[in-house]
Nanobody
Framework: QVRLVESGGGLVQAGDSLRLSCAAS????????MGWFRQAPGKEREFVAA???????AYADFVKGRFTISRDNAENTVHLQMNSLKPEDTAVYYC?????????????????WGQGTQVTVSS
């Protein structure tokens, strides 16, 4: 069983930064592919960024140049550094893990999900 716990969300102003973290438990967690997704009210869950077991990354077009995903295998943690935040970034952000170790864009590929953390960006 894999448990994912997100942290770091909050209320910020446009242009500010936040760093989300996702702590993963599980025997082989350092080999998981990890992804960040977000869901705004009334919208479907959408891909934000993902990182493979060996550090390969993928990003949604709308966050390129603003967000950076990274992983700390020693701490079994994945981070999402979010800079230049915009009001349209407001959403619940979810961390997900996939046992294959790859960095998928589709939420359907992921095996485990965290409970989410709220990010609110005011204008």
């Amino acid at each position: 069983q894999v448990r994912l716990v997100e942290s770091g969300g909050g209320l910020v102003q446009a242009g500010d930064s936040l760093r989300l973290s996702c702590a993963a438990s599980g025997r082989h967690s350092i080999s998981y592919g990890m992804g960040w997704f977000r869901q705004a009210p009334g919208k479907e869950r959408e891909f934000v960024a993902a990182i493979s077991w060996n550090g390969g990354s993928a990003y949604a077009d709308f966050v390129k140049g603003r967000f950076t995903i990274s992983r700390d295998n020693a701490e079994n943690t994945v981070h999402l550094q979010m800079n230049s935040l915009k009001p349209e970034d407001t959403a619940v952000y979810y961390c997900a893990a996939v046992l294959s170790g790859l960095a998928y864009r589709s939420p359907n590929q992921y095996d485990y999900w965290g409970q989410g953390t709220q990010v609110t960006v005011s204008s």
